[in-house]
């Protein structure tokens, strides 16, 4: 349920660019490795020999995949997984993330905003050779909208939606019950109906029974073995072109030394981290041979989140949370003793930058910070103080409540992320001092317990997108689940009226500056509750064979990261080493076509008072970051 995932430090945003992405931030772009013919678990002299006319590209990643149907997806590899798999209506220029056409040519809104139309392409087939429509994206929506098994990964998208239809095969009409202004960020992966419609429960569908997976992406899922690998083959008829490498592979690594010793060994080409790779990989990278490690900044935040006690959308509460965390004095006690600048510098050595508000400061047009007067810094004294006014008085060392009893916590860790557990044990020594005592559970699969509620705190990040709607939108109440302990969209149950209003608000806002605004109203909001705190805004750092892949694009293009992306640039436009494709354009010629189309549909939207944003995927459930 986390991911709770990607990356980096602020970048300069244009007043232009701004307009026309609705303040939208960078498009991510995933890279892979190359092993030219080389079959899982190939050794390297098996690479050597093997016919360099076939061309696989092997990416090492820490995260299992959550489901590979779209309609479950919300971990961040099973997410990226489907964006290749299948093209959604649009998509993001990897250069300055204004909206470009996906399945749809074009994107119109009616006078009043209240109906969108969209010019779906006439050259997108699926894998199995036929038509993709209209009807498979009206079909689509539509299932979201009305059954709930479809609408876990992405409900939030359509919960505005009033009709969708499919007039004719390259017309779709949507129409809203109010103004929406992500309508050119509408992240869902449009399936084929022919295939789907077959589906009797789609909450226990995964997508994984025969293969190939039908699809109209870049590729094709071709294979798939739990905690192993998931094997895609290029789509030779897909509409942008076909993709340079024949075959994409990711293979699982729980244990990411072993994974970086892959690369080392040429087994692999591309090692992404969990999620990151650790400041002593990268450093012991550096320097070698036919290997580069990139690093940019993160599009993730990662922080700690407290239980505010788990309910379903109907007030049932469940769970075992402690409910000393119901107070706020207390929640803000345990962030005033977080000392973020020794995290930065003895955890993430300097691979990252402090935390204050929900964006990162990479999407410049949403990031926040706390005034002076507001700001919960490090300041023991003034945390044991709440805790005083809260009726946890120190007693022999402890902090003890009215009913006699002392305050311990439990906090939840990734078991594969070494950053969890590092600064579990500077809370544990920094919470100690404050007299209140925390166990750390490091466990492989932190959703069981986090979907129950029992938990107190746990580790938590998110991806955040150009457009910050779906991350903002996992604290509304409408994302609480029907049931208990059921899965959900929910980050940590938070629901609050006044929330909820802001988030409203900001939902049917076009224009840029009061978007923003309210946009900083609600991690203002998110701040001074204490339910959350964020720690630092880690950058994103990954490793690639420069003897496997000869380019491959970052997202963004100038300082970007390559794993984790919101598209599939990387691993569409990427280039097998040794290939006389020098411009990486190959037969793939029709990308500049499609971004200058984008530009100016993007203008055309402008025009008629629509506004293109991007919202984030969520990433992972076991790493709930």
């Known amino acids: 349920m986390v991911e709770r995932v990607p990356p980096p430090s602020a970048q300069p945003r244009s007043r232009l660019r701004i307009l026309l992405a609705s303040g939208a931030g960078a498009l991510a772009l995933a890279a892979g490795s190359v092993v030219p013919g080389v079959p899982l678990g190939a050794a390297p002299q098996q690479a050597q020999a093997a016919d360099s006319g076939s061309k696989t590209l092997t990416v090492a990643v820490a995260q299992s995949v959550d489901s590979l149907s779209p309609f479950l997806a919300q971990k961040l590899l099973s997410t990226s997984v489907s964006r290749l798999m299948y093209d959604f209506l649009t998509n993001y220029d990897p250069k300055d993330n204004h909206a470009v056409p996906g399945l749809a040519t074009k994107w119109e809104p009616s006078a009043d905003k209240l109906t969108w139309t969209y010019t779906i392409r006439a050259n997108s087939k699926w894998s199995d050779g036929q038509q993709a429509t209209a009807e498979d994206a009206a079909w689509t929506f539509n299932k979201i909208m009305t059954d709930e098994g479809a609408a876990q990964a992405n409900g939030s998208f359509v919960t505005n939606f009033k009709k969708v239809t499919a007039p004719s095969p390259?017309?779709?009409?949507?129409?809203?019950?109010?103004?929406?202004?992500?309508?050119?960020?509408?992240?869902?992966?449009?399936?084929?109906?022919?295939?789907?419609?077959?589906?009797?429960?789609?909450?226990?569908?995964?997508?994984?029974?025969?293969?190939?997976?039908?699809?109209?992406?870049?590729?094709?899922?071709?294979?798939?073995?739990?905690?192993?690998?998931?094997?895609?083959?290029?789509?030779?008829?897909?509409?942008?072109?076909?993709?340079?490498?024949?075959?994409?592979?990711?293979?699982?690594?729980?244990?990411?030394?072993?994974?970086?010793?892959?690369?080392?060994?040429?087994?692999?080409?591309?090692?992404?981290?969990?999620?990151?790779?650790?400041?002593?990989?990268?450093?012991?990278?550096?320097?070698?041979?036919?290997?580069?490690?990139?690093?940019?900044?993160?599009?993730?935040?990662?922080?700690?989140?407290?239980?505010?006690?788990?309910?379903?959308?109907?007030?049932?509460?469940?769970?075992?949370?402690?409910?000393?965390?119901?107070?706020?004095?207390?929640?803000?006690?345990?962030?005033?003793?977080?000392?973020?600048?020794?995290?930065?510098?003895?955890?993430?050595?300097?691979?990252?930058?402090?935390?204050?508000?929900?964006?990162?400061?990479?999407?410049?047009?949403?990031?926040?910070?706390?005034?002076?007067?507001?700001?919960?810094?490090?300041?023991?004294?003034?945390?044991?103080?709440?805790?005083?006014?809260?009726?946890?008085?120190?007693?022999?060392?402890?902090?003890?409540?009215?009913?006699?009893?002392?305050?311990?916590?439990?906090?939840?860790?990734?078991?594969?992320?070494?950053?969890?557990?590092?600064?579990?044990?500077?809370?544990?020594?920094?919470?100690?001092?404050?007299?209140?005592?925390?166990?750390?559970?490091?466990?492989?699969?932190?959703?069981?317990?986090?979907?129950?509620?029992?938990?107190?705190?746990?580790?938590?990040?998110?991806?955040?997108?150009?457009?910050?709607?779906?991350?903002?939108?996992?604290?509304?109440?409408?994302?609480?689940?029907?049931?208990?302990?059921?899965?959900?969209?929910?980050?940590?149950?938070?629901?609050?009226?006044?929330?909820?209003?802001?988030?409203?608000?900001?939902?049917?806002?076009?224009?840029?500056?009061?978007?923003?605004?309210?946009?900083?109203?609600?991690?203002s909001w998110l701040y001074d509750s204490g339910y959350m705190s964020v720690i630092a805004y880690p950058n994103a750092v990954e490793a690639y064979r420069t003897d496997q892949i000869k380019s491959i694009t970052t997202m963004p293009e100038a300082a970007g990261n390559i794993y984790g992306q919101d598209g599939y640039w990387s691993w569409w436009s990427a280039v097998p080493a040794g290939s006389g494709d020098a411009d990486g354009d190959g037969d793939s010629g029709s990308s500049s076509t499609g971004i200058v189309i984008g530009i100016v549909v993007a203008v055309v939207v402008l025009a008629g008072g629509g506004f293109l944003l991007s919202r984030r995927r969520r990433t992972t459930a076991d790493e709930r970051e």
């Open 170 to 523: 390259t017309k779709l009409v949507i129409e809203l019950k109010e103004p929406q202004a992500t309508m050119a960020a509408l992240d869902v992966p449009i399936v084929p109906k022919h295939v789907w419609e077959k589906v009797q429960d789609f909450s226990k569908f995964n997508n994984d029974t025969a293969f190939p997976i039908v699809g109209n992406g870049p590729f094709v899922l071709s294979d798939y073995k739990v905690d192993q690998y998931v094997k895609l083959k290029a789509n030779k008829d897909f509409w942008r072109g076909r993709p340079k490498f024949d075959e994409l592979v990711f293979k699982t690594y729980k244990d990411q030394d072993a994974a970086v010793a892959a690369l080392r060994k040429g087994e692999v080409s591309f090692v992404a981290g969990s999620p990151a790779l650790t400041p002593a990989q990268a450093a012991s990278l550096k320097g070698e041979a036919n290997i580069k490690v990139n690093e940019g900044p993160g599009r993730r935040f990662f922080a700690l989140a407290t239980n505010p006690g788990a309910q379903t959308k109907d007030g049932k509460k469940f769970g075992n949370g402690n409910k000393a965390l119901l107070d706020q004095k207390v929640r803000q006690a345990l962030f005033l003793s977080i000392d973020r600048k020794t995290i930065i510098d003895k955890v993430f050595q300097g691979h990252a930058v402090e935390g204050q508000g929900y964006i990162p400061p990479r999407f410049s047009a949403y990031t926040w910070q706390p005034s002076a007067s507001q700001s919960l810094a490090y300041d023991p004294a003034k945390a044991g103080q709440l805790l005083d006014q809260a009726g946890y008085e120190l007693k022999g060392g402890k902090r003890v409540g009215k009913d006699g009893k002392p305050l311990d916590l439990r906090i939840l860790c990734h078991a594969t992320d070494p950053n969890d557990k590092a600064i579990g044990k500077y809370l544990k020594e920094w919470w100690g001092k404050l007299g209140v005592g925390l166990k750390v559970d490091c466990l492989d699969d932190v959703s069981v317990p986090w979907y129950a509620g029992e938990y107190d705190l746990a580790f938590d990040g998110w991806s955040v997108n150009p457009d910050p709607d779906f991350v903002l939108g996992i604290h509304t109440c409408a994302a609480l689940p029907t049931k208990a302990k059921a899965s959900a969209a929910t980050d940590n149950f938070i629901c609050d009226k006044t929330y909820d209003e802001l988030y409203k608000k900001q939902l049917a806002e076009y224009d840029p500056a009061k978007r923003a605004d309210l946009v900083g109203q609600m991690q």
